[in-house]
Structures are given as structure tokens and as C-alpha cells.
């Protein structure tokens, strides 16, 4: 499996980003896919994950301020970032995974996509 991510950008405070991770390869594999993030300085952590049964998960400091979904026919999920702010300046990173459960921690995934760069600007 193949994971490409994309939607990345610099954005000012309050601002929105929609975030594409399209999965190619052997997809019939997977049944989860998540995002994550790594802020400068930081650990990489757990940001969103939505599973094939429709389950959603969100950090907590999300807020209800993301959106993770899903494009089933076309292999994709989309995380949707709205009301920006500087803290949610990181590398955000898919990821997907063949557990069915829904999965907080990294090392639960297998596969791993390059990671796009979101800096939000005060």
C-alpha cells in the first residue's frame, strides 16, 4: 500500500485547509486510515482516524474543529482543519492500517504516507 498526501500550505490564524490522502496499491487491505502530526521540537501524535465501519475518532484538542472522511470508491480520506491555529502548525502524516478497531497510536499502522507541511501564521 502506497499512501499520498497533499493539501499542506501557510494559512493565517482562523483560517481552513482541507488535507487528500489518496492510498494506492493492495487498498482491499485496509480497513482504517488515520492522520497524524509532528510539530517542531515535538512527538509525533495522534490527530484523527475514521474506520471502513464508519467510526470516527478525534484528538482532543480537535475541539470539533476537524473532519476526517471518506471517499470509499476513490481510496482517499480528507481531513478538513478549520478555525487554524498556531499550535496546529506541524507535518501532517496518513497513515492506514488493517485493524478493524479504532487506532490511537502509531505503531498500530503499517503504512505511512511522506507527510504534508501545515503552518498556520499568527
Known amino acids: 500500500v502506497q499512501l499520498q498526501a497533499s493539501g499542506g500550505g501557510l494559512v493565517q490564524n482562523g483560517s481552513s485547509l482541507r488535507l487528500s490522502c489518496a492510498a494506492s496499491g493492495r487498498t482491499f487491505t485496509i480497513n482504517q486510515m488515520g492522520w497524524f502530526r509532528q510539530a517542531p521540537g515535538k512527538e509525533r501524535e495522534f490527530v484523527a482516524t475514521v474506520a471502513w465501519g464508519s467510526r470516527r475518532a478525534y484528538i482532543d484538542s480537535a475541539n470539533a474543529r476537524f473532519v476526517i472522511s471518506r471517499d470509499a470508491p476513490k481510496n482517499m480520506v480528507f481531513l478538513t482543519l478549520n478555525t487554524l491555529k498556531p499550535e496546529d502548525t506541524a507535518v501532517y502524516y496518513c497513515?492506514?492500517?488493517?485493524?478493524?478497531?479504532?487506532?490511537?497510536?502509531?505503531?498500530?499502522?503499517?503504512?505511512w504516507g511522506q507527510g504534508t507541511l501545515v503552518t498556520v501564521s499568527s
Open positions: 497513515a492506514a492500517t488493517s485493524r478493524v478497531e479504532p487506532a490511537w497510536v502509531g505503531i498500530q499502522y503499517e503504512y
